[in-house]
């Protein structure tokens, strides 16, 4: 039986991790507590150095839900807070259901509206990526870009995660730069030292090297879903009385995860999805027509040329795959 003095300071031990690992936590926190590392491929670094030299650029940010978009422009604020502080850099919450004026109206009624410098102001446009239909996302950027041009104020701006997977369009019309804020890619050798370095600042010395490399596999390189099994198993190997998580409780919280992902998904329609899945689980029909797919991150758009669409690891057990 545990010493009844230690069992306080094992649980206080363990919530602190679990604190850490919180990945739908606030973004601005994890900042501030030193825990953000920069992602393999420096996404927001970019973006506040292009920033640095024009503050009049306009910038689509599209990625995977959960893989840091939000992160990437709070620490965009950040670095531009820093390197340019004569520019007013302000990150705005378009909410989860913006409407078609929700650009312009934001214009007209925000005390910034005086405030705004010609080529001194840059404004950071977060929750578009909850905007599940592109056409009207599209509405809105058409009818609500020009407003920001006339004032010469720049623009960083998250989008729909369907955009990964459709040729370019209406985005590249009116934002000069698009940038992949995604899955990272665990097939490299710089995606997997990131996303083991990661577990490592905020988990510690609690997980084995053989817990974050399954960390690492089942993730499919999200950090929200690398966070929320690592934060399931350190759960598992507390109530257990374990003081180090293994890969079990990995394997555990991949599979609890694979069912809450599962949920709503016909057997149809995973029919379909392993029919066109190779045992790796590189997806090999047409992108279009799979916003859906994407949205729930069933797919996973990994970064690269051509882009390549991949079944989340957690999900690809439960496939039935054409022989």
């Known amino acids: 039986m545990p010493n009844a003095a230690a069992i306080p300071d094992r649980r206080a031990h363990f919530r602190a991790i679990m604190a850490r690992l919180d990945g739908s936590g606030d973004p601005q926190r ?13 996404v927001a670094e970019r973006i506040a150095k292009s920033l640095e030299i024009r503050p009049s650029g306009t910038h689509l940010v599209v990625g995977t839900i959960g893989s840091g978009k939000t992160t990437a422009l ?68 058409t009818r609500g870009l020009p407003n920001f041009a006339a004032l010469d104020v720049g623009l960083v701006c998250v989008g729909p995660p369907q955009l990964q997977a459709v040729p370019p369009s209406f985005e590249s019309d009116w934002f000069e730069r698009t940038h992949l804020c995604g899955a990272v890619d665990i097939t490299s050798p710089d995606g ?65 995860l694979a069912s809450s992902m599962l949920r709503a998904v016909t057997q149809e329609q995973l029919d379909a999805l392993g029919a066109l899945t190779d045992p790796d689980g590189l997806y090999s029909g047409p992108p279009l027509g799979n916003g859906r797919l994407i949205l729930d991150r069933l797919l996973i758009p990994m970064p690269g040329v051509p882009m390549r669409l991949v079944v989340h690891p957690c999900v690809l057990p439960y496939l039935r795959r054409a022989s």
């Open 192 to 256: 997997r030292a990131f996303l083991i370095e990661l577990i490592a600042t905020r988990g510690g010395d609690a997980f084995t090297d053989q817990a974050r490399a399954g960390l690492v596999r089942y993730s499919g390189g999200i950090v929200r879903d690398h966070l929320l099994l690592a934060r399931q198993a350190v759960e598992d190997a507390y109530i257990d009385g374990e003081d180090v998580v293994d890969t079990p409780y990995v394997d555990a919280a991949a599979k609890r």
């Open 74 to 141: 709070l620490r965009i604020k950040e670095l531009l807070t820093e390197s340019a502080p004569e520019t007013l850099t302000v990150h705005f919450d378009a909410g989860e259901d913006p409407h078609e004026q929700l650009l312009a109206q934001f214009l007209r009624n925000t005390l910034l509206a005086d405030r705004i410098e010609q080529g001194r102001t840059i404004l950071l446009i977060d929750g578009l990526d909850r905007t599940s239909d592109l056409s009207t996302f599209q509405r809105m950027v």
């Open 30 to 42: 994890a900042l501030s507590d030193g825990l953000y590392r920069p992602r393999p491929d420096h």
